[in-house]
């Protein structure tokens, strides 16, 4: 942990609590912190060790934290975040005042996290949009891809909400609706979610990158603080044709994991579970997040419900030699 005394420089120092501990009694304080960031989800997510922090403070306020998972492998330690964990990086505190003043904060602070970062073999994780500034990070080697996720920023006027979906997104919507009789519950087990969820992967010759347990880890943790729900589309016959999953926090939700059957794709369930669950946002936080997506006609459905279009950074950095040629050699290869 770092702490910056008044118009000095940043310098260690030591402190009674671990910055851990330090930042455990901030999350339940601080309520700007993103959903992915707070303790509880990256206990859930990794175990209780397999995460740390850095952290800024000037006396006992924290102007500035950056949560990261740790895992070794190949004997290589890396610095990413969890599976489902679609936004992490750092926090801070906003400043106000001039630009210049923001930015000149942003790289004393931002400094101070990446001198407490544990030593690494390769640094990955992808920002959440509210991080705007990577700059003190380039000046010490990182790199930055931008990404892209659809937010729609207000939710307080559904019908304003549903005029600016694309036609062909209400459309879809209706004919659930309306042509299949389709119902959405969140009555329903988790279970269902994830076979659908694993369904979707198969048709495209895939495993979802996560265990079932480990779904139902995050699960638990989730519906123990009331912030996450299932979604899932029945016939009049019952049988199930899509279901989607949200998280949120007091400033957004998240889209988090989707499944549809392939024998009933023609539905359009999944389009009325998202509608659903916007419905059901609406009324426990003030946006949605679709959590991004870089595939190009997931891309396309998503830009269906008429959100915008929202930049987001990626940031890495791979000090191994051994790493960065084979990275080097999937990329010329083309595999992944």
């Known amino acids: 942990m770092t702490t910056i005394p008044p118009k000095a420089p940043a310098q260690a120092t030591s402190d009674i609590a671990s910055p851990k501990d330090t930042y455990r009694r901030f999350c339940a304080q601080e309520s700007s912190l993103p959903l992915f960031s707070r303790d509880w989800w990256l206990d859930a997510a990794v175990g209780r060790n397999g995460w740390d922090v850095a952290l800024v403070k000037k006396g006992s306020e924290v102007l500035a934290a950056m949560p990261y998972?740790?895992?070794?492998?190949?004997?290589?330690n890396i610095v990413t975040q969890p599976a489902l964990t679609p936004m992490l990086g750092p926090w801070l505190r906003p400043t106000g005042g001039r630009q210049a003043a923001q930015l000149s904060n942003d790289k004393e602070v931002m400094q101070a996290l990446i001198d407490q970062l544990p030593r690494f073999d390769h640094f990955a994780q992808t920002w959440h949009p509210g991080v705007r500034n990577w700059q003190p990070f380039f000046w010490n080697g990182f790199r930055q891809t931008t990404y892209y996720t659809f937010v729609l920023p207000e939710l307080?006027?559904?019908d304003k909400l549903w005029a600016g979906f694309e036609g062909k997104t209400r459309r879809a919507i209706t004919k659930a609706q309306k042509q299949h009789q389709l119902q959405v519950r969140s009555d329903v087990p988790l279970d269902l979610l994830l076979d659908l969820n694993r369904k979707t992967f198969a048709r495209q010759g895939l495993l979802p990158p996560y265990p079932d347990d480990f779904v139902r880890r995050i699960d638990a943790a989730?519906?123990?603080?009331?912030?996450?729900?299932?979604?899932?589309a029945i016939d009049p016959d019952g049988a199930p044709h899509a279901a989607c999953y949200i998280v949120w926090d007091e400033h957004s939700a998240y889209g988090l994991i989707s499944g549809t059957d392939p024998a009933y794709r023609e539905s359009q369930a999944n389009s009325l579970c998202v509608?659903?669950?916007?419905l059901h946002a609406a009324g426990v936080t003030r946006a949605y997040n679709f959590s991004g997506s870089m595939i190009e006609p997931f891309e396309g459905y998503l830009r269906g419900f008429g959100g915008n279009h929202v930049p987001y950074f990626h940031i890495s950095k791979t000090p191994s030699r051994l790493l960065t040629l084979r990275q080097g050699l999937l990329s010329l290869t083309g595999k992944h």
């Open 156 to 158: 307080t006027d559904m």
């Open 222 to 232: 989730c519906r123990e603080r009331g912030c996450s729900r299932v979604f899932c």
């Open 69 to 76: 998972a740790i895992r070794s492998r190949y004997g290589m």
């Open 275 to 278: 509608w659903e669950s916007l």
